[in-house]
Every structure is written in structure tokens, then in C-alpha cells.
């Protein structure tokens, strides 16, 4: 019998020598990853080392240069921006996302709607309004804002915000969610709700976490990568990473005396 292979951890998603040019400059040069379910996978690095690259990659926004990127053992780098979506891969932004003039609920409706690739005929034959508004509330109940469900996005505070980003990606139905800084420009306090929102989806989804803040990263990896100048510098856990000289040596005069 063999029960090793219940016990292994899946590797949801994967990139193979993944490079991204903009002419002479490589953003993203020949990374290489596995990012498993049931995990939080962080990313950190300098400005400008590509992480935001990588994740507009693995979303379908951006095509690679070179490169693979698997989906549960199947190449998809060549597959439509929206059919990213409909596997299951859905990511947040590092610049909003949000009608400030709808409502939360509302928000999360046309972020669902948007999954569907547009087809609204579609849509309305798979769900009505009324399946697509409990669908919303439920995403925005799994992030704490289901008190808030009415209110118009403008009038929530900043930090709410982020959260109804996390709600509007959390209502495609993910199974791998892609965030793009989501604590970015928060206070400890609203920085700490969000880090006890991704300790309880991260027992769901596979989560790919680029994030500055890098005591809130310490806290949610299971895996972390720093990168530089496009490369893949090193993966392991927390302590493993912060142990590494070259990752020190990375983040000399960065202002960062994280390492
Ligand atoms: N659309 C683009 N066109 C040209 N260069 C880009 C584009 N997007 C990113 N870059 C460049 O690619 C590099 C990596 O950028 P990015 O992935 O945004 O880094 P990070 O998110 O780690 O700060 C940077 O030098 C950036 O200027
Ligand atoms: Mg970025």
C-alpha cells in the first residue's frame, strides 16, 4: 500500500523557467516555483525584482517571454486572460480594484459577473440575482464585512477596502488567490485584521502573497521566496530564508533591516 501519496501536499500551481521581457529589460528571468494548496506562499523583494510581474503572469494578465506555468500538471501559459479565472485563479490588485460609487455588495457582483468573461446572457441562465447576491454576501461574510454589505465602497474606511478586494476575489470561487500587496498603506491595526483574515483562508486556498510588510509575512509564510532583479534568489521557510547571507547581502541598503 502505498500512502505516501495521499500524504503529499499538491502542487496547485507551477512556473518553469518563467521569463517576462520589456524589450532589453528582464522583469522576470527564468523563475522557476511550486506553490501548493492549503498554503501561503510569500514573495518579497526589492523594488522593482518582478514580483508584481510574476503575479500578472500567473494570473493570464500578462503572456510569458519563455517559460511554463502548470495548473494542477496542465500547461495553461498559452490559455485566455479569462480562463485563468474560470480554473480558479483569481488575484487582487496592487492599485484598487473597486467602483467607489457601488455598493459592497454590488462590488462583489460584478466581480463574479466579470469571471463569466462578460457573457451576461450566460450568466443570467446560470444565476439568478438573487443566487449571485448570496454568493456575494457569502464572500463578503468570509471577510468580516458582511455588516457592511449595503454600504457604498467610497464610504467604508481604507482598510475595509482592502478587504472587499479579498471579498470580490473570494466570490469568483478560487482556488488560488493572488495578492498583490493587500496591506499596503495600513495602520498596525488594520494590517493585523487582514493577517488574521489570510491565517484562516490560507487552510482553504493556495495563496500567493506579495506583501512589504515583512513581520506580517514572517507570520503567514509556509513557503518564502525573495527575489531580485527578476531572479529567483532562494524559497524555503521563514527561518531557513532569514538564516540565508545572501538574502542579507540583498537587502543591504534597501532601508530594510528586516533580514
Ligand atoms: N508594463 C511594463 N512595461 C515595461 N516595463 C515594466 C512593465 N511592468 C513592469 N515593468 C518593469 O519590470 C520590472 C519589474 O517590475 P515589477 O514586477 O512591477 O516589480 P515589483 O512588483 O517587484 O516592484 C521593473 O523594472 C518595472 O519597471
Ligand atoms: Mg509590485
Given at each position: 500500500m502505498n500512502t505516501q501519496v495521499s500524504l503529499d501536499i499538491q502542487v496547485m500551481l507551477e512556473t518553469q523557467g518563467l521569463c517576462k521581457y520589456w524589450g532589453g529589460l528582464k522583469?522576470?528571468?527564468?523563475v522557476s516555483l511550486q506553490f501548493y494548496d492549503k498554503q501561503l506562499h510569500g514573495i518579497v523583494g526589492p523594488n522593482g525584482a518582478g514580483k508584481s510581474t510574476l503575479l500578472n503572469l500567473l494570473c493570464g494578465h500578462y503572456k510569458p517571454t519563455h517559460g511554463r506555468i502548470m495548473h494542477k500538471g496542465e500547461?495553461?501559459?498559452?490559455?485566455k486572460p479569462h480562463a485563468f479565472a474560470r480554473r480558479g485563479i483569481g488575484r487582487s490588485f496592487q492599485k484598487t480594484n473597486i467602483y467607489p460609487g457601488a455598493s459592497c455588495l454590488e462590488n462583489c457582483c460584478v466581480a463574479v459577473q466579470r469571471r463569466m468573461g462578460g457573457n451576461f446572457n450566460l450568466l443570467r441562465s446560470r444565476y439568478s440575482q438573487k443566487v449571485l447576491d448570496e454568493i456575494a454576501s457569502d464572500a463578503l461574510d468570509k471577510v468580516g464585512l458582511g455588516a457592511r454589505r449595503d454600504q457604498i465602497a467610497a464610504q467604508i474606511s481604507y482598510g475595509e477596502q482592502r478587504q472587499l478586494e479579498i471579498a470580490m476575489v473570494l466570490a469568483t470561487a478560487p482556488q488560488v488567490l493572488l495578492l498583490d500587496e493587500p496591506m499596503a498603506g495600513m495602520g498596525h491595526e488594520e494590517s493585523q485584521l487582514i493577517i488574521e483574515l489570510l491565517n484562516r483562508l490560507k487552510r482553504e486556498y493556495c495563496i500567493v502573497l506579495v506583501e512589504h510588510d515583512m513581520d506580517a509575512v514572517f507570520e503567514l509564510s509556509d513557503q518564502l521566496t525573495v527575489m531580485v532583479d527578476g531572479q529567483h534568489l532562494t524559497t524555503g521557510t521563514v527561518s531557513q530564508v532569514r538564516d540565508n547571507p545572501r538574502v542579507k547581502e540583498a537587502y543591504l541598503g534597501q532601508g530594510d533591516e528586516v533580514f
Open positions: 522583469a522576470l528571468d527564468g500547461a495553461i501559459e498559452a490559455i
